[in-house]
Nanobody, 122 residues
Framework: QVQLVESGGGLVQTGGSLRLSCAAS????????MGWFRQAPGKERRAVAA????????SYADSVKGRFFISRDNAKNTAYLQMNSLKPEDTAVYYC???????????????WGQGTQVTVSS
């Protein structure tokens, strides 16, 4: 069982930056691939980024490539999402998730956090 808690969301102006954190419980954090997803009102939950357990490989949705960066610190049981050059269309609830796989598919993930709101004002 893995419990995930996101933090770092908030209100930011267009062009600003935020860093989301995802703190995980358990002693096997490095064995899980981690992903970040987002869901805007009335829309499906979509992938943002994913990273392998070792942190050596990552993938991004086309909409965030070059602006968002996923990372992890296995010693701290924490994953991060650095978000730069934020746009109003990035406004959503952001979720972190853990999986025994490395994937951008939400259905591949077994454990989810409660979400954190990110709002980008124009």
């Amino acid at each position: 069982q893995v419990q995930l808690v996101e933090s770092g969301g908030g209100l930011v102006q267009t062009g600003g930056s935020l860093r989301l954190s995802c703190a995980a419980s358990g002693r096997t954090f490095s064995s899980y691939g981690m992903g970040w997803f987002r869901q805007a009102p009335g829309k499906e939950r979509r992938a943002v980024a994913a990273i392998t357990g070792s942190g050596g490989t990552s993938s991004y949705a086309d909409s965030v490539k070059g602006r968002f960066f996923i990372s992890r610190d296995n010693a701290k049981n924490t994953a991060y999402l650095q978000m730069n050059s934020l746009k109003p269309e990035d406004t959503a609830v952001y979720y972190c998730a853990a999986s025994t796989r490395y994937s951008l598919r939400p259905t591949s993930y077994d454990y989810w956090g409660q979400g954190t709101q990110v709002t980008v004002s124009s």
